[in-house]
């Protein structure tokens, strides 16, 4: 399997053809190991899926092989000990490179399987996920519980924020600005408005994972010279909202918020996206916990996400969804390595939990 990593790490998968490159690869690997699969193609970009077993419950390992770019030296792998070097290496290369190795070895023997499994190679990751893991799910092709081989340490991410991003115009009247009181001043109006969305309901939600909401003053754009008072500001926002809280809800606080400030303040949705809310009391969640406690002999914590990755796509089907992978350090940074051993151990879960 390090072999594998190794190769797969080699592979300058920071562009859309170099992810493809990658993704061919590994669909190279899977034909010369006799597993069965399908290369799929969406807007330019390849994916791959594979099954095996059968049964009423499937199960999805989930891996992608884009990785955000990297200096010429990331993408030649290096080994230190225990300590893989180069860029993907944990975000997420050796997350895929367990899954083909796992899938490779329940191969072996499908009539052990207690599960239907299926393997989802996807090159859009790191860019949104949208058009490979999020074309997957469009397709139907999902399950009952998908792990998606992110690093976490070998820790157990259950659960991910959502995700609302908006633009609000707000309206004021120009004046000279010698006379600002014959004006409305939009930036004060933006400010005002700031300060007030910080006490409305929404931003007190809470859950075991998450003390609030956050709320991110993202972009800002107003005002053009010094002796005009401002009559437009916009404003963008990126709120991260908890499992369970109601996106549409948010919109309406804001809304109502902002209108009340002055009747032509407008709100603009960019994007919502769901928040992953995977219960701890999920006997997948519960039986991973468990085999993941024997092979790593400690207890793995369960904990949420801040940001989002590609489960949100399963689990915006009622699937749980949750982030897994083994133990590295530095992704997206210069220094990106992950611990060998833990790749291994990570090999080792999946095969017993697909049999489990
Ligand atoms: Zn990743």
């Known amino acids: 399997m390090i072999e594998l990593l190794k190769d797969l790490i080699s592979i300058k998968s920071d562009t859309l053809a170099g992810a493809n490159e990658a993704l061919q690869y590994c669909s190279e690997w899977l034909t010369k190991h006799s597993i069965t699969h399908e290369v799929l193609e969406n807007k330019g970009k390849l994916m791959l899926e594979a099954r095996i077993g059968s049964g009423d419950s499937t199960i999805i390992w989930n891996g992608h092989v884009d990785v955000v770019p990297g200096n010429e030296e990331q993408f ?3 080994l230190e000990g225990d300590k893989l070097y180069g860029r993907g290496a944990a975000d997420m290369k050796a997350g895929v490179a367990a899954m083909m190795e796992a899938f490779r070895r329940i191969s072996e023997d499908p009539t052990s399987l207690s599960h239907c499994i299926l393997l989802h190679i996807v090159t859009d990751e790191e860019t949104g996920g949208m058009d490979t893991s999020g074309y997957l799910v469009e397709q139907g092709r999902t399950g ?15 659960q991910s924020k959502g995700m609302v991003d908006l633009d609000i115009n707000f309206h004021g009247k120009a004046a000279h600005g010698s006379r600002p009181w014959q004006g409305v001043n939009a930036i004060e109006m933006a400010y005002d408005f700031h300060e007030k969305m910080q006490q409305l309901p929404f931003t007190k939600a809470n859950n075991e994972f998450y003390e609030s909401p956050s709320i991110n003053l993202a972009k800002i754009s107003a005002g053009n010279r010094y002796n005009v008072v401002p009559d437009c500001c916009e404003v963008s926002y990126d709120i991260r909202f908890v499992p369970g809280q109601d996106p549409e809800e948010i919109v309406k606080e804001l809304t109502e918020l902002a209108t009340s400030l002055h009747s032509k303040n407008e709100l603009e949705i960019y994007g919502i996206s769901p928040a992953v809310t995977t219960e701890r009391s999920s006997e997948y969640v519960q ?38 992978g083994p133990s590295g350090e ?9 611990y060998v051993s833990s790749a291994l151990q990570f090999v080792e879960i999946l095969v017993r939990q697909a049999t489990t």
């Open 330 to 338: 530095d992704w997206h940074g210069p220094e990106e390595f992950v």
């Open 76 to 78: 030649i792998p290096r």
């Open 144 to 158: 009952d519980f998908v792990i998606c081989g992110e690093p976490t340490h070998l820790e157990l991410s259950i």
């Open 287 to 324: 039986t991973l916990a468990k085999i993941t406690a024997d092979v790593r002999e400690t207890e793995p914590t369960i904990f949420g996400q801040h940001g989002a990755a590609d489960t949100r796509y399963y689990a915006e089907t009622g699937a749980g969804a949750i982030e897994f």
